[in-house]
């Protein structure tokens, strides 16, 4: 199965779906992640604080993939924010991986009350320039975090992972994005933990389309132009949720679809959540 490429605003390609790792850890684990690139998936989502960069990287080294063709996504925690802290993150999270580039970096968190998240993506800058990281990105920012950043170092950020999903629509951020050419990504997509798959118009549009109600949801995130990263240890889900590029929804549909809104599900609003 063929995901479409998307280009980020840095030149380097990118994916409509991605694959998330988050709580994919062991044997099991490692296991998913070979799965998923057998499964077409080319975007991999790992992080310091999900433990399993190692995971990870030994499905990297397992599938039969051409390194270049897969797109190995870390973060850097809040406890190694800081110019110098954001270089030995990268450098550690390469050994982990046992890689010798990341190809996204992305700020977990900006942890606003300790204030060293412009240090951080300038130590990004810099090992960008070291040739350790590819594309540079941040996760959970704001819109004006995000036009600090770019006013004070010059370089936009590639990708904006922030919490997307139909009881979040984020329209703001992603008009946002958008003006800016910055790329959306969905964590959470398909709401976990909630009730959102039992909403009536998912089960219409399903038989609609002859698809799941979860293949409405994703498709949903595409056609809002975001990348979602939706995470299964089954092979069959996994094929399930990257089947979503053979039917469209209309306007009026992706209309009906962001009305579900109701706000956060996980209370991590960026200016006040931290994690370190």
Do not use: C
Not at 6 to 22: E, K, P, Q, V
Not at 86 to 111: C, E
């Amino acid at each position: 199965m063929t995901i479409p490429a998307i280009t980020l605003n840095d030149g380097t390609s990118f994916a409509a779906l991605g694959f998330g790792t988050y709580k994919l850890t062991g044997d099991e684990g490692t296991n998913a992640v070979v799965s998923a690139i057998d499964n077409g998936y080319r975007v991999l989502d790992t992080a310091v604080n999900y433990g399993n960069e190692a995971e990870v990287g030994e499905a990297v080294r397992r599938s039969p993939v051409d390194r270049d063709e897969l797109v190995v996504t870390t973060k850097i925690p809040g406890r190694h924010h800081g110019r110098d802290e954001a270089i030995a993150s990268v450098t550690g999270s390469l050994q982990t991986l046992g890689l010798d580039r990341v190809d996204l970096l992305l700020i977990h968190w900006p942890n606003p009350s300790v204030g060293k998240w412009l240090e951080t993506y300038e130590g990004m800058l810099e090992a960008r320039e070291q040739g350790l990281v590819r594309s540079v990105g941040v996760s959970n920012f704001t819109a004006e975090m995000l036009g600090r950043l770019i006013d004070e170092t010059g370089v936009t950020p590639a990708v904006n992972q922030i919490e997307l999903h139909p009881y979040f629509p984020q329209a703001e951020m992603r008009a946002f994005h958008t003006e800016h050419g910055i790329r959306t990504e969905s964590w959470s997509p398909l709401a976990r933990r909630s009730e959102l798959l039992a909403e009536p118009v998912f089960g219409r549009l399903a038989e609609k389309y002859g698809v799941t109600p979860s293949q409405v949801v994703i498709r949903w995130h595409v056609e809002l132009d975001a990348t979602p990263i939706p995470k299964s240890a089954d092979p069959q889900r996994q094929r399930e949720n990257a089947d979503v590029f053979g039917f469209s929804l209309t306007a009026d549909e992706v209309a009906e679809i962001s009305a579900l809104e109701r706000g956060r599900l996980f209370d991590a609003d960026p200016n006040h959540h931290e994690e370190m």
